[in-house]
């Protein structure tokens, strides 16, 4: 290509170069302006600017939450990649094998298309996996949506449900479990984080890094259009009426392409030739190139001419800045291009060599021979030259308010009452079952799912060698955030997330390992959201040290508030991997067989707050997070642990949403059998109240089922352990019996619990 190296501000057409007024349109602060202008030397053309838009935006640099993101815990023996610096944390689970796993966010773009911005969601997670040279296994989701009595919301159910569905079906990859709940706080906004996780072997892990002078660069996979474009900004601003003009930023997916971009990926990688790959995810080109060149300390030399577009004439930004789905940059050893560009002919897909590396740490792109942008690949990433804040924050009134809550001004429900509970409980959509919507997507392709017949707390993935032969590993894997109690105190809310993520993975007999997160909020230049993010981060990382599971890295989305609606609920997701080394202490949370005595095992506490119960039933919306003590919780899963790992044990259900009945409730249902309890037992000489009793979510709770002839062994057992538990009843054949009150027989229980939300949804 005829090169003209000249200043690109120089060869501006004769239209005036951007102004501090282009600048703020394309959503940086005259300040950043400024520094840009500083950083180059010179105006930027509107190429270089929008290159900055994209790259100082919150999505793609953290400026406004990478001072926060900081504090958490970020070490362990079994970490083998640094928090956020590669496609996706990679952990090592024994044998030569590891795990890359990460979740991400793609709020915005289900907002206005909810097919493709879900769909697409799922493809940039397991691209984020596959390009670590990580094979992926099993996928997870964590929904948020409004209030499903309104039309619109049922509307956002259903096309990200069936964008899931299409684009992880087609793919091949199963989805093994998940979470979504309701509040009209998403009415507008709402969330979807995808969960993505691969098994590699140890030692032939890529890289998303570039250097070695005049090695090839390519672009590989799908051709560059124009969906997409500014993406990254729109991410990172708030939804309103006009966000309807940008559906030009939501992606479009074809899985069957993404199919075919992993097996070819797979193998350039398994060839041993390449440098660095990295997905092309948010911004695209320019994030690719500049991230990747910044890690290795060199820069690039790129032809824009020689991607391969899906229109003609589109103009260098846009090729620059296109987030079109199914992309990847990758860097090989000079004089193996024909064994690259071999591959990809293989699997028929696109592979251009668009430039090569150079050492001057700078991005030079052409565009018909002509110079059109000459950036700093460091100034441009997080960790480098992008800007970094410290927000304003203070907390909001409302929490000195929820903390004033008096359970003794509701009233307690009466034993008549607990039927109309019951059947509110099992019926709403935020504890009912969600077959609605798992019969919509694959979960047994692949052969893995351990949890296909048999429901644990947390999904149970089969590990299996590259060359595909069984071992006898399993990952434990879950989402979850109540963030119900993370708004009514964001610090303990955090908490709780990281421990219900643990005590799923122990319940389900796997063991903690690290965590991936999605920290999902409003506007960070409102001081009272902000505070809600800093002290979740702080609640976040405490919890993350107590429990020994780092941070591998994850996603921040701020910005999911509107107009409307204000910002949704503060939801900092959790997704937490957990190792099973040995398939036998696998534990279900279905009751076996009638007589098995029931025990509650844990610290029970006199409490109803933020309580689904209090919340939806009792329409009280303002108090403070459930009882939650980090103590007792950890000593409550390790004696958990142990008591699984001796088989002291027949099932294992953690208290979440609806407490104590919604868990005594699914695993009856789940084995097809019943329970008799006496709720007198759980308060002990204390006089509980009958609701904080049976619908109170205090933490550090498990429903354990215990047989007959390992009953002696497992008092024995609980006592030396020094954890609160109790006998609460026993399992029976056909009904719900509480306090010698019949409620309704289990077919009953399962007809109101697995229709519940079909039946809103036909």
Known sequence: MEIIDQNPAEQASAAALPTVETARKLGLLPEEFERIQSILGRQPNFTELSIFSVMWSEHCSYKNSIVWLKTLPRDSERMLAKAGEENAGLVDIGDGLACSFKIESHNHPSALEPYQGAATGVGGINRDIFTMGARPIAQLNSLRFGDLNLPKTRRLLRGVVKGIGDYGNAFGIPTVGGEVYFDECYNTNPLVNAFSAGIVEVGKVAKATSYGVGNPVFIVGSATGKDGIHGATFASEDISAASTEKLPAVQVGDPFMEKLLLEATLEIIASGYVIGIQDMGAAGIICSTSEMSAKGEHGMIIDLDKVPTRQANMEPFEILLSESQERMLVVVEKGKEDIINGIFEKWDLHCAQIGEVTDTQRLHFYRNGQLVADVPAHDLVLGGGAPQYHREYREPAYIQEFAKFDAATVADVTPTEIGAVAKHLLTHPNVCSRRWIYEQYDSMVGTANRGTNA?????????????????????????????????????????????????????????????????????????????????????????????????????????NQSSDDGPVFP?????????????????????????????????????????????????VKASPAPAFDMEAELA??????????????????????????????????????????????????????????????????????????????????????????????????????????TLMSVADAKALYDNALGTIMA
């Open 455 to 559: 429901p644990s707390d947390a999904a149970v993935v089969r590990v299996k060698t590259p060359d595909g032969k069984s071992t006898d590993k399993s990952i434990v894997i879950t989402v979850d955030c109540n963030s119900r109690y993370v708004n009514a105190n964001p610090y303990v809310g955090a908490q709780i997330a990281v421990a219900e993520a643990a005590r799923n993975i122990v319940c389900s007999g796997g063991e903690p390992l690290a965590v991936t997160n999605n920290l999902n909020f409003g506007n960070p230049y409102v001081p009272e959201v902000y505070w809600h993010f800093v002290e979740a981060v702080k609640g976040m990382g405490e919890a993350c040290r107590q429990f020994s599971t780092p941070v591998t890295g994850g996603n921040v989305s701020f910005y």
């Open 571 to 619: 939801t900092p997701t959790i997704g937490m991997l957990g190792l099973m080394e040995d398939t036998n202490n696998r534990m279900t949370l279905n009751f076996r067989q009638p007589g098995d005595a029931i025990y509650l095992f844990g610290q029970s506490s006199n409490d109803i707050a933020s309580s689904e119960y209090l919340y939806s039933y009792r329409g």
């Open 636 to 741: 409550m899963q390790q004696a958990l642990n142990k008591l699984i790992r001796q088989k002291l044990v027949q099932s294992a259900h953690d208290l979440s949403d609806g407490g104590l009945f919604v868990a005594l409730a699914e695993s009856a249902m789940a084995g097809n059998l019943g329970f008799d309890i006496q709720t007198a037992t759980v308060g002990g000489s204390e006089a509980f109240r009958l609701d904080a009793v049976l619908f109170g979510e205090a933490q550090g709770r498990v429903v354990v089922s215990v047989s007959a002839a390992q009953k002696e062994a497992f008092e024995s057992a609980v006592a030396d352990s020094g954890v609160p538990c109790v006998q609460i009843g026993a399992v029976t054949e056909g009904a719900f019996v509480i306090d010698d009150q």
